[in-house]
């Protein structure tokens, strides 16, 4: 059974920085892509960036372009989404999914297979 488990949220000041974690367990092997996504309320899920399995590819939203990279510990099945000059519009659950087409980098919903249940990023004074 495919499980991952997202970390690291929380509440931070506006211009403050959080590390997400996304811990990835019953994968046979590490080839995938991991894509991170959030959802504020009443809005769609919004791609942040993806990286494919062995990193040497990315592909980041222009949303975020400049403050947010990610990179991945396939020795311990993690990907990571650094956060920098957070805003109150960054505000939003924040969840990491996962593609075993490894001939593409998804920047969709319905590209991802595998989802986690999200942690909570709260920007605010």
């Known amino acids: 059974q495919v499980q991952l488990v997202e970390s690291g949220g929380g509440l931070v000041q506006p211009g403050g920085s959080l590390r997400l974690s996304c811990v990835a367990s019953?994968?046979?092997?590490?080839?995938?892509?991991v894509g991170w996504f959030r959802q504020a309320p009443g809005k769609d899920r919004e791609f942040l960036q993806a990286?494919?399995?062995?990193?040497?590819?990315?592909y980041i939203a222009s949303s975020v372009k400049g403050r947010f990279t990610i990179h991945r510990d396939n020795a311990k099945n993690a990907v990571f989404l650094q956060m920098n000059s957070l805003k109150p519009e960054d505000t939003a659950v924040y969840y990491c999914?996962?593609?075993?087409?490894?001939?593409?980098?998804?920047?969709?919903?319905?590209?991802?297979?595998?989802w986690g249940q999200g942690t909570q990023v709260t920007v605010s004074s």
């Open positions: 999914a996962a593609d075993r087409d490894t001939q593409r980098i998804g920047t969709v919903v319905h590209e991802y297979e595998y």
């Open positions: 019953g994968l046979i092997s590490s080839r995938y892509t």
């Open positions: 990286i494919n399995w062995n990193g040497d590819r990315t």
